[in-house]
């Protein structure tokens, strides 16, 4: 059997993951100039799929950049982390509307195990695991209600606001509230659509109120 290529859009789409990633988790600095050569060299990559992620990223506010001088990661700006929690706030209200009534018993399954280990990473001071399980709570609602949309909008919009948390958790900051996730996911358990959406709504007004203090 012939081996394929791997096409050129997978490789991009390795290289931005790999970049953002990076940049939310701290590793790559706010401030910290950012080259397509290094980064290539670092991937494993040529340099096309990296200059393809660093455009994604500066439209997406992780990087700036200056043409013939210089692309680095964008300092965490209070005002841009409110907007951001506002707008995903916004489509995780939508999705889960639209979610409750369809969620199975295996869909909140999911959640409640994911909100055991979202607990138990924050107990043990977990960052990464924290946030994993956060997203693998907060994705049900995303994937049953089914509005893709939505759900780019909160994939584009939610690294802005990881940092934020990031930084925060690290400085030994309050993270979510498991027992916000459990109000949410007895909501969906009875089906109870409207207080569902308002814990949703209650949890990402505290993240926009994180950033209220940030210089």
């Known amino acids: 059997m012939a081996i394929r290529p791997v096409p050129r859009t997978l490789l991009r789409d390795r290289a931005y993951a790999s970049i953002r990633d990076a940049i939310v988790a701290g590793e790559i600095e706010p401030g910290a ?3 397509d050569a290094e980064l290539a060299e670092r991937l494993g990559l040529s340099r096309a799929p990296v200059r393809e992620a660093f455009a994604r990223l500066v ?7 200056k043409p013939q001088s210089y692309t680095r990661v964008t300092p965490v700006v209070a005002s841009d ?3 951001a929690a506002a707008v995903v706030g916004a ?3 939508l999705v889960t509307r639209v979610a409750v009534p369809r969620l199975t018993g295996a869909d909140l399954d999911v959640m409640r195990a994911a909100n055991e280990r979202f ?5 043990a001071g977990d960052v990464d695991g924290a946030l994993h399980a956060d997203d ?3 994705d049900v609602l995303v994937r049953v209600g089914g509005n893709r949309a939505a759900a780019a909008t909160v994939a584009r919009y939610t690294p802005l606001i990881r940092r934020l948390e990031r930084r925060r958790f690290g400085e030994g900051g309050a993270c ?14 009875h089906g109870d659509t409207d207080e569902a959406v308002r814990v949703t709504a209650e949890i990402w007004r505290g993240l926009e109120e994180l950033a209220a203090d940030v210089p």
């Open 59 to 65: 439209d997406e506010g992780l990087l700036e950049s």
């Open 81 to 83: 982390v409110r907007d």
């Open 33 to 35: 100039v950012v080259r």
């Open 91 to 93: 489509m995780h209200e």
């Open 136 to 138: 693998e709570l907060h």
């Open 176 to 189: 979510r509230s498991a027992g916000l996730h459990e109000r949410l996911i007895e909501a969906c358990a």
């Open 119 to 123: 607990a138990a990473a924050v107990g």
